[in-house]
């Protein structure tokens, strides 16, 4: 069936770097844009970053761009997203996504309309 598993949260000090992997299972994962939303308790989710799957290009929300990596491993199946320079606010429930497409500029990263998503994997930051 259809997966996306997440992994590589957990508990970081501000200014701290995690590295997250989404393991991709039944799907041909180069024909999707994938990426990365989160979701704060009692916040609504917010797209984090989008890899495009046609040209490659990636979109990141304002919030997390400069200290976010995302990239994608075709071969693998797998997803990845590299964050340094937590910050406190960061503290959310990550999940791994797919959709068609990316959001076409990097203000529309906060409401991508990913169609796919994992369960999510924690990332608290705190002293």
């Known amino acids: 069936q259809e997966q996306l598993v997440e992994s590589g949260g957990g508990l970081v000090q501000p200014g701290g770097s995690l590295r997250l992997s989404c393991a991709a299972s039944g799907f041909a994962l180069d024909y999707y844009a994938v990426g990365w939303f989160r979701q704060a308790p009692g916040k609504a989710r917010e797209g984090v970053v989008c890899i495009s799957s046609s040209d490659g290009n990636t979109y990141y929300a304002d919030s997390v761009k400069g200290r976010f990596t995302a990239s994608r491993d075709n071969v693998k199946y797998t997803v990845y997203l590299q964050m340094d320079s937590l910050k406190p606010e960061d503290t959310a429930v990550y999940y791994c996504?797919?959709?068609?497409?990316?959001?076409?500029?990097?203000?529309?990263?906060?409401?991508?309309?990913?169609?796919?998503w994992g369960q999510g994997t924690q990332v608290t930051v705190s002293s």
């Open positions: 996504a797919i959709g068609l497409t990316c959001p076409s500029s990097d203000y529309d990263v906060p409401r991508w309309p990913y169609d796919y």
